[in-house]
């Protein structure tokens, strides 16, 4: 499996010694064509994991793009969309006194911001706006600021006076995503300049020195209060109005597109990796959930099949044949369902292997006598098989069925199939434990989820219907 984790490192150091190669977005756009490539996943996994690899194909366009994401973050109410909106000049994303007016991410182009720089042409630059990480009963919210933040390339952390032990605790979690993180100390118009001074220094030199750098801690007034003016009226009198001051917003836009400059293609490639890197775990564990949902379902359908075909059959060597036979194809499917192709001469040994282990164990009588039976296949179980049930049933009575006999054949197939996806599942392997250590931690499982009770309760459905 082709994890972009090589790259993602070599990556990281170069953008730590300041030195970053020019090609890092086309080693980025390698490193996720491997990834793809080296998913393999079935048609029918495909289509139960397409949005996930919608995703991670949507991450190319975004490589080609050089789109780059600029997220606000922070408390509720400390101005994440009034900075936003500063930076754009327009009021885009809403901005409310009261908690909670931004419910969902939002995003905009930020026009004005790229074309400034000569380094940054045919950059798209968006900017991002997030709920308030503090958000009473939004855990949604939250989860969504930092599934924000996991995308973004740029964080804006917002906060409006000393930090407090949210915000700092909230700006150590940012840290660990490996994104530049900007520290916005906005509402600066509601302290007087000693005050916002003195501020400001607390913040770069005694709160925040172990995880930003004191240059990209930034004083904003994105929306400044208004303020009352007279007007004087031509006819002597005076009314009253109300004027907001403009906005200080420079500083910030200089430290984003400062960032920008140094690091904005090597962050877009950064980013992508990232995020191809999480897309990739979580494809991988959903595939292996995939699967083994498949092969548990396959498994109990062969463990009730071969046991009602033991059940049935009255002479004693084909009863034993037939079961062994069902066995044998029960792997070969599996090993389809784990895309390593069995031949039946490799599932047949794999079956002799694990009844060995089972015999040595005495937990199945009849294993002796169903090796000295050898593995061949029985016209009575594979007729049973291929759906002759009821017939042979009405024939034999439900008196000549044997419950117990069946009820064995289902549990050691149960067992072996289960033997068999461990096997499977470990790259044709049985591992260090080894086989008899696989097989009887397997048993006690069965044993301690009484699937012999549930076997025999589908048995009988099966018998009967
Ligand atoms: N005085 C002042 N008020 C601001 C400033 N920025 C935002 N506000 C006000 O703070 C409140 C919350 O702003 P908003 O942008 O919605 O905050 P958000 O919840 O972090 O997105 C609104 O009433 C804004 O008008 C600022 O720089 N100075
Ligand atoms: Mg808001």
């Known amino acids: ?50 949005s996930e690899v919608a995703q991670l194909r949507g991450l190319f366009s975004k490589l080609e793009a050089k789109t780059i994401e600029i997220a606000a973050f922070g408390m509720v109410s400390r101005g994440k969309s009034s900075v936003l909106n500063a930076l754009l000049g327009r009021e885009v994303f809403e901005v ?68 407090q032990r949210g915000e700092l ?6 840290r660990e995503v490996q994104k530049p993180i900007i520290l916005v100390f906005n509402q600066i118009d509601r302290y007087p300049e000693v005050d916002r001074e003195a501020i400001h220094a607390k913040i770069k030199d005694e709160r925040v020195a172990h995880l930003i750098r004191p240059d990209d801690v930034v004083m904003t007034s994105a929306r400044p209060d208004p303020y009352q003016v007279k007007i004087l009226k031509a006819d002597g ?74 059940g049935l059959n009255p002479i004693p060597i084909a009863d034993v044949a037939g079961g062994l036979a069902l066995d044998v194809g029960m792997i070969v499917a599996l090993g389809r369902v784990y895309g390593l192709p069995l031949t039946r001469r490799t599932a047949a040994s794999l079956v002799r292997d694990m009844m060995l282990a089972l015999g040595a164990m005495g937990a199945v009588g009849i294993a002796t006598r169903l090796l000295a039976s050898g593995v061949r296949s ?12 009821a017939a042979p049933l009405t024939l034999l ?3 000549a069925f044997s419950l117990a006999q069946a009820a064995t054949a289902s549990t050691t197939s149960y067992v072996l199939g289960h033997g068999a996806k461990t096997y499977l599942r470990q790259g044709c392997q049985w591992g260090p434990r080894g086989i008899k250590t696989v097989i009887q931690e397997i048993l006690a499982q069965a044993q301690a989820d009484s699937v012999v009770d549930r076997l025999k309760v589908d048995l009988k459905k099966k018998l009967k219907g």
Do not use: C
């Open 378 to 389: 029985s016209l009575a179980g594979v007729t049973i098989l291929s759906g002759g049930l």
């Open 237 to 310: 009198t005076a009314e009253i109005a109300w004027e907001r001051p403009a906005p200080v917003i420079e500083p910030l836009k200089t430290r984003i597109l400062d960032v920008l400059e140094r690091e904005g293609k090597a962050l877009v490639a950064l980013n992508t990796l990232l995020i191809a890197g999480d897309l990739h775990s979580e494809i991988v564990a959903r595939k292996v959930r995939i699967r083994d949902e498949a092969a548990n379902q396959m498994i109990w359908n062969f463990a009730v099949a071969t046991g009602a075909a033991v």
């Open 1 to 50: 499996m082709t994890m972009p984790t090589e790259e993602l490192s070599s990556l990281l150091e170069e953008l730590e010694e300041g030195a970053v190669r020019d090609d890092a977005v086309s080693m980025a756009r390698a490193s996720l064509e491997s990834t793809l490539e080296g998913l393999k996943l079935s048609p029918e996994e495909e289509g139960l994991l397409a």
């Open 397 to 399: 009575g439900y008196a």
């Open 96 to 163: 409310g006194a009261t908690h909670g007016t931004t419910v969902s991410r939002v995003e905009e182009e930020w026009r004005r911001g790229a074309g400034e720089r000569p380094g940054l042409e045919g950059a798209r630059l968006i900017l991002v706006d997030t709920p308030g990480i503090d958000e009473v009963g939004g855990e949604g919210r939250e989860a969504l600021a930092l599934d924000a933040a996991r995308r973004a390339d740029i964080i804006l952390f917002i906060v409006s006076g000393d930090l």
């Open 169 to 174: 605790e909230a700006l150590s979690a940012l």
